[in-house]
Every structure is written in structure tokens, then in C-alpha cells.
């Protein structure tokens, strides 16, 4: 087929795709250096740096920033080290094998809205909440989760939902890994651990790769959870940078520093996915 | 004790092992549902009530108050819309790439996957004011066409995943017997691919269906899906978890259904055929 007819048919999508980055993204750098409130119209000089200078200064930057980096690797350390865990110990023929992997899955499907609700009422309050109940029960003092760990309960609320997610691609790609080779080295004397160590964990690097990607994509995006449950308070302690990105447009109108902040959240998804894709480009076959 | 017996113990400990672990990670879905049928009273009681008679009283009110079945319609159609459409742009462009590969084919695709990583709030501004100045604010289009760009970069992947591993000689021997390109795509990748397809679609509308940040930030009450609605839940600190609950179940229970008829399909699909 001639090229011409091959580039015809991938134009839609990457012309879309260039428009839906270039078109905003440029929108954003304009902003960021001018003066932008939306309480304010009419008054759009230029201030060259002042938007950026204000977003870092701001004393929700700096816990914005590490609240990202730390709810990003904490999920994917939890998801990834359980996950592999779990599904080499689940990985053999049991009873109800189907109903425990539709169990396992569901969290996955919950709304982000939902899944904030739930924990932050049901589980974690810290009067009527299961979590408060079980403490009494043992007689210990009910904690109250969102008030005094804020940042791990939202870590808590995204790792449960993706947990299950981590947990099924990894049982799916153990599925795959060659039996005889693990009897064989039974054969030999291997422990089980020397089997997990050896074998298991080498055939899962491309997975883990896989979900560390997608993984990432999702987490430094997180927001829904915060803005339910802990409204990125107290103080800062769990606000991240989507949410104090948000905070500054949405609530306080200041469309300039918000698009300063804007750029700087791209700036750091950029570092992560330099680092990322370049890893897991390798992983995936093209 | 036997090799046997040894054996049968494994299994057994296996088993449990793995009941529980799901059954804990269940858990809180498992309270939602039995919450939704209780009364206010019951909801809140320490301990917490396991035996009780249900009443279906909290799905009516919810249908009262936030009208359920409006919200559920505007997810219904945000996610299934855009799906459609991205897969009409998406599949012209896999099949080009998987079939007829240049230098750059892998480039594009990196790209693609690359405009994924830009953060949804680093052009939160601009699309919130494009959408303000050609009144698309808390409409229905604009998330659409927000929803399609967001999941084309995934789909294409997806699709030209699957489309790759399609056996080229049937493609040959189709054009051998005097087939146009279209005839090919309509008549062999297509029927070929149904699954790779479904797959594909059914991840959209999981991922647009439990979409929050721009249905949050772009839509107040007419277009505002699910996802918005159950949010407006959380501003009241009343105890009214059973209503709460009875919303959620609502707003969930459409699409972890859908999931589990599906969750093979899904995990091949979100891997990008990397995981089978």
C-alpha cells in the first residue's frame, strides 16, 4: 500500500492528539506569565516570572510536591512488593479459584469517588467506623485516620484500588511461566525461596514494568480521593500537587500561578516518564 | 505424612490463604452493598449489624433526591460515546501502523503513550476556559471529546498490539484474490479482531465511566455522571451513610458487573498485550 494512504489513515488520531497537547499547553505558558484573575478582568499585563516565583513560594509548594513523590512510590512500592507476593502465593489450583479472582478484581472497578466515601465513613471514621470498632474491640484507642494520617489514608484508599489491579496481571503473567523449569529445580534442592528469587522474579520483571507504568500515569493524577476525603487538609498534609494546582484556579480564580504550578506539575511528570519510558520502552515490544 | 497428603494440605492452606485475601479486599465493597439496605439507625450502630431486615426505603430517596437515573444517563453516554468515536479514529490508524510499519512507527507510538504522561492539571486552566467561552461548560460534548482524547493514545496502543500479531499471509492471500485495502479492513482484520475490539472498548468505558477529575471540575448538574454526583454526597457531615451507601451501590454497580464478565480481557487489554 502507498505510504501516502498509510499516513492518511494514522492522521486523524495524531493530529488530534498534537492539537489536544499543543492547543493547551500553549494556552498555559501564555497564562503563566501574565497577571490572570478571573475576579479581576481586563487587567493581563505581562509579568514574566512573578506567577512562577509565586507557585514555589507558596507554602503549600513544597508539601505539595513532596506528597506527590511520596504517595506516588509509596502506592507502587505496596502494589508491586504485595502484589508479587500475593500472587505467587495464590498461583497454584485452589477451591473457588474463579469467585476469588472476581473478588479480588472489584476494587479495581469502584469510582474513585466512591472508593474515597467508603473508606472515609465506613472504615475510618473514627466513631462508628469498622476500623474504630476493631480497635475498641481489642481496647485500644480508635484512631482518627483522616485527621491525624491524612497523607497514609489516602495512600491507603488508592492502594486498595489498585492492589487488585497489580495482583491479576500478576497471577495472569505466572500463569505463563514454565512449570518444568520449577520442577527441575525442586529436582535439585531449590527452596521455595530460591525458586521465588530466581525463576519467579526475573519472568515478572516485565510485568512489573508494566504496571509500574501505568501505575505512575495514574497516581500523579490523583485528585478525586483527596478532594472527597480529606480535602488535601489538614493544613497541607495531603495535598498534592493536582489538588493545590486545582486549589489556586478553581478556588481562588488565580489562573496565572495556576498554570505556573500547571507547568511545573508537567515538568515533573516529564522527569518521572523520562526515566519511565525510556525503562519500560525496552519492555515492550513495538 | 505422604507425598500426597503433603500435597493436599498445600492446597488446602493455598486456598485459604487466598479466600482470605480477597475477602478482606472485598471487604469494604461487601459493606457498602449491605449498608444501602439498612436504616439510618442500623448504619451507624457499634457494633456494627450483620443481621437485619432490609428495606429498599434509601434507593428510592436517592432516586428522589439527586435523581439517580439523569446522572446514570449522562455516564451511559459520556463513556459509550467517546468509546465509539475513539475507536472509529483509533482503528484506521493501529491497523496502518501494525500492518504497514515505517521507521517511525515506534516513535509515534511512544508519543502517543507520552501524552498520557502530561498531567490533566497542567491544562486543567485552558480547557476549563475554553469550555467557559464556547458555553460547553457542564455539557455532555465537552466531555466527550475530552474522554476520546484521553483514552485514544491507550486504544491505539491496544488495538495495534493485538493487530500486530495477526497472521500477515492472510492479509496477502485476501490481496492476491483481488481485495481493495478497504475490503481488507472490513471484511478480514475486522471480523478477525472482534475480540481484540470488544476488549479494547470495554476498558474505555471502565476508564470513562470512573473518570473524576475533569467530570468533576467541568460539570455541575446536567452532564455531571456518576462520578460528580456521589462527590456531592461528601459536602454534608450528617450521618446518612445508608443513602450514602445506596448511592454508591447505584453508581457502582453497573460497571463491576460489567468487570467481572470481562476482567480476563481487561488484563491483556491494560497490559497492552504485554501480559497474556
Redesign the interface.
Known amino acids: 500500500m502507498k505510504r501516502s494512504i498509510t499516513r492518511l489513515l494514522m492522521a486523524p488520531s495524531v493530529i488530534m492528539l498534537l492539537v489536544w497537547m499543543i492547543i493547551p499547553l500553549s494556552m498555559t505558558i501564555y497564562f503563566s506569565t501574565i497577571r490572570y484573575n478571573l475576579l479581576y478582568p481586563g487587567q493581563n499585563n505581562f509579568v514574566g516570572w512573578m506567577n512562577f516565583e509565586f507557585f514555589i513560594t507558596d507554602p503549600g509548594f513544597i508539601p505539595a510536591v513532596s506528597n506527590t513523590l511520596i504517595l506516588l512510590l509509596s502506592v507502587l512500592i505496596i502494589t508491586v512488593v504485595l502484589g508479587v507476593m500475593l500472587s505467587a502465593l495464590i498461583d497454584k489450583p485452589f477451591f473457588g479459584q474463579g469467585i476469588v479472582r472476581v473478588l479480588l478484581i472489584s476494587p479495581f472497578f469502584i469510582m474513585p469517588t466512591v472508593n474515597a466515601l467508603i473508606w472515609k465513613n465506613m472504615m475510618m471514621n473514627p466513631v462508628y467506623g469498622i476500623f474504630a470498632w476493631i480497635s475498641q474491640s481489642l481496647g485500644l484507642q480508635p484512631i482518627d485516620w483522616l485527621s491525624s494520617y491524612p497523607l497514609m489514608s489516602v495512600i491507603i484508599m488508592v492502594s486498595w484500588q489498585w492492589l487488585p489491579f497489580a495482583i491479576l496481571v500478576f497471577v495472569t503473567a505466572l500463569q505463563s511461566q514454565d512449570s518444568e523449569q520449577k520442577e527441575a529445580a525442586q529436582m535439585d534442592g531449590a527452596t521455595g525461596w530460591h525458586i521465588f528469587r530466581y525463576l519467579t522474579i526475573p519472568h515478572l520483571a516485565r510485568p512489573i514494568a508494566v504496571v509500574v507504568m501505568i501505575e505512575t500515569i495514574f497516581l500523579l493524577a490523583v485528585f478525586a480521593e483527596i478532594f472527597v476525603s480529606t480535602g488535601g487538609g489538614p493544613g497541607y498534609d495531603s495535598t498534592n500537587l493536582a489538588y493545590l494546582i486545582y486549589n489556586q484556579a478553581l478556588l481562588q480564580y488565580d489562573v496565572g500561578v495556576a498554570s505556573a504550578g500547571g507547568l511545573f506539575a508537567v515538568l515533573l511528570a516529564n522527569i518521572v516518564a523520562f526515566f519511565l519510558i525510556r525503562a519500560v520502552g525496552k519492555n515492550l515490544t513495538v | 505424612m505422604t507425598l500426597n497428603q503433603q500435597r493436599k494440605l498445600?492446597?488446602?492452606l493455598?486456598?485459604l490463604?487466598?479466600?482470605t485475601?480477597?475477602?478482606v479486599?472485598?471487604f469494604?465493597?461487601f459493606?457498602?452493598f449491605i449498608?444501602s439496605f439498612k436504616t439510618e439507625l442500623q448504619a451507624?450502630?457499634?457494633?456494627?449489624s450483620l443481621f437485619f431486615e432490609p428495606t429498599l426505603e434509601n434507593f428510592r430517596i436517592v432516586q428522589e433526591r439527586s435523581d439517580y437515573i439523569h446522572h446514570a444517563w449522562n455516564s451511559v453516554v459520556t463513556s459509550f460515546g467517546s468509546t465509539i468515536i475513539a475507536l472509529i479514529?483509533?482503528i484506521?490508524?493501529a491497523?496502518?501502523?501494525a500492518?504497514?510499519p515505517?521507521k517511525r512507527?515506534?516513535d509515534?507510538?511512544?508519543w502517543?503513550?507520552?501524552?498520557?504522561?502530561?498531567?490533566?492539571?497542567?491544562?486543567?486552566?485552558?480547557?476549563?476556559?475554553?469550555c467557559r467561552d464556547y458555553g460547553l461548560l457542564d455539557s455532555k460534548t465537552a466531555l466527550v471529546i475530552i474522554f476520546t482524547?484521553m483514552n485514544?493514545?491507550i486504544i491505539?496502543w491496544m488495538l495495534f498490539s493485538y493487530f500486530k500479531d495477526l497472521p500477515k499471509e492472510i492479509l496477502e492471500a485476501a490481496r492476491m484474490d483481488g481485495a481493495t485495502?478497504w475490503d481488507e479492513v472490513v471484511k478480514v482484520v475486522l471480523p478477525l479482531s472482534v475480540g481484540a475490539i470488544s476488549s479494547t472498548a470495554l476498558l474505555s468505558i471502565?476508564l470513562c465511566?470512573?473518570e473524576?477529575?475533569w467530570s468533576?471540575?467541568l460539570t455541575a448538574s446536567d452532564a455531571a455522571p456518576?462520578?460528580?454526583m456521589?462527590?456531592s454526597?461528601?459536602s454534608p457531615e450528617g450521618?446518612f451513610?445508608a443513602k450514602?451507601?445506596a448511592a454508591?451501590t447505584l453508581?457502582?454497580a453497573p460497571?463491576?458487573v460489567?468487570?467481572?464478565f470481562c476482567?480476563?480481557q481487561l488484563?491483556?487489554g491494560?497490559?497492552?498485550g504485554?501480559?497474556?
Open positions: 498445600k492446597t488446602i493455598t486456598g490463604f487466598a479466600w485475601v480477597a475477602l479486599l472485598f469494604p465493597i459493606w457498602m449498608t451507624i450502630s457499634v457494633p456494627p479514529i483509533a484506521p490508524a491497523y496502518s501502523m500492518f504497514f515505517g512507527t515506534k509515534i507510538l511512544l502517543m503513550l507520552s501524552t498520557k504522561m502530561l498531567p490533566a492539571v497542567g491544562v486543567l486552566v485552558p480547557i476549563y476556559i475554553l482524547l485514544l493514545p491505539v485495502p471502565v465511566w470512573n473524576a477529575f468533576l471540575n456518576l462520578t460528580a456521589i462527590a454526597y461528601s450521618l451513610w450514602l451507601s454508591s453508581a457502582c460497571i463491576v460489567f468487570g467481572w476482567q480476563k488484563v491483556q491494560l497490559t497492552f504485554a501480559v497474556k
